[in-house]
């Protein structure tokens, strides 16, 4: 329908030890923070499932959430939460705002050069992902008109302010994927640049989530700062020069994709944390005396 819909995101989990964050649509997500207060046990059904910026769900308009069923599952669940005290140890298995899930312990990490050594994302469809220390070495920031894509305005399904739009000559937005028409878009980041290490550099894309954290500003905030009426090259130019030269914890995805008619190997940022070099610097010294 085009229509923009509330939203609210939640986090759930299970005695398998793992997260995951769930979006809820419309009326329920109005509703959620008072039903989901008590923190029950939900029986979620038909939820989407999305590889988008890290693994997440989201209701659907054929799904249904019951609380508390009566079910043996229910039970154990509810014997497992108040055994953690309401604050179990899960791991993430979503990304949230580029810097979703914990960040990997050193020992945990590899270099950039085992991307080449050991042909990660060489594996037909499936995806390798790899964690280091880099430092951003260059930015492309030089697309025409910025460096993002126009977004559809709808932030419901199927959109989720996602898909690309067009300029209409009325100087609307129209998307192909839901049909609306709007009068704005929602700028999204998207580009690459180069991470280096010790041992290697690598070229990586940069998708919106990740951006954001990287550069500190959402994309239409610097559109609307640098590309207004009074453009302001030297403005834009200068959220990319503050983020060059600095120093992150990666986690990477690494797959092959077709481009054109050449198979190419892509890394892309899947999470991204700051260093803490005090941490680091901890971590180290333990690493050094179990030599």
């Not at 000559?169 to 010790?198: A, H, L, M, Y």
Request: hydrophobic residues 30%.
């Amino acid at each position: 329908s085009g229509q923009e819909l509330t939203k609210c995101d939640l986090t759930v989990a299970d005695d398998s030890g793992a997260e995951i964050n769930l979006t809820v649509w419309g009326e329920k997500a109005t509703k959620a923070p008072e039903t989901y207060r008590s923190q029950p046990v939900v029986a979620f059904r038909r939820v989407r499932v999305s590889d988008f910026g890290g693994r997440s769900l989201s209701t659907t308009n054929s799904g249904a959430a019951l609380i508390d069923p009566e079910t043996p599952e229910t039970t154990r669940i509810h014997n497992w939460w108040r055994a953690s005290g309401g604050q179990p140890s899960s791991r993430s298995l979503s990304s949230s705002g580029g810097t979703g899930g914990k960040m990997e312990a050193l020992v945990d990490r590899k270099n950039i050069c085992k991307i080449k050594s050991e042909n990660l994302g060489t594996n037909g469809d499936k995806a390798d992902y790899i964690s280091f220390k880099g430092t951003v070495t260059f930015l492309k920031k030089d697309k025409d008109g910025g460096a993002w894509y126009t977004a559809c305005a709808n932030a419901g399904e199927p959109c989720k302010n996602r898909f690309k739009v067009t300029q209409t000559t009325d100087q609307n937005w129209f998307c192909d994927k839901c049909g609306g028409t709007f009068p704005n878009c929602v700028r999204r980041w998207i580009f690459s640049g180069t991470i280096s290490d010790e041992t290697s550099t690598t070229w990586v894309s940069f998708f919106n989530e990740q951006a954001e954290v990287l550069l500190g500003a959402v994309a239409d905030d610097v559109f609307n700062e640098t590309m207004g009426e009074t453009p302001d090259q030297e403005k834009y130019d200068s959220f990319f020069e503050r983020a060059s030269y600095s120093d992150w914890v990666f986690r990477c995805k690494v797959k092959q994709e077709l481009v054109g008619e050449e198979t190419r190997t892509k890394t892309s940022v899947y999470t991204m944390h700051p260093v803490d070099y005090a941490k680091e610097s901890k971590d180290l010294l333990q690493a050094i005396a179990k030599f």
